[in-house]
């Protein structure tokens, strides 16, 4: 069951960002609406939203929008 506190996480290397910045993964479950991909789910944290604007702000320029990696470094 999902919990309100639970923070959905589509991309693989923003989860793996997440992670090594600190923030508790819950669980792991398949996306319903885009097979063969997952969803993170992440415990509530008052600083992840500024952890996400971090990685958008470091990494846009290398991803893009579906988290592909798009430079050739």
Known sequence: MMKDKDYPIFNL?????????GFKLVRIKPNKFKLGTLIFYF???KNIDLALDKF???????FSMNGKEVSNH
Do not use: H, P, R
């Not at 290397?13 to 910045?21: G, H, P, S």
């Open 43 to 45: 415990e509530q944290n």
């Open 13 to 21: 290397d923003v989860a793996n960002y997440l992670m090594a910045k």
């Open 56 to 62: 958008n702000k470091t990494f846009s320029k290398e």
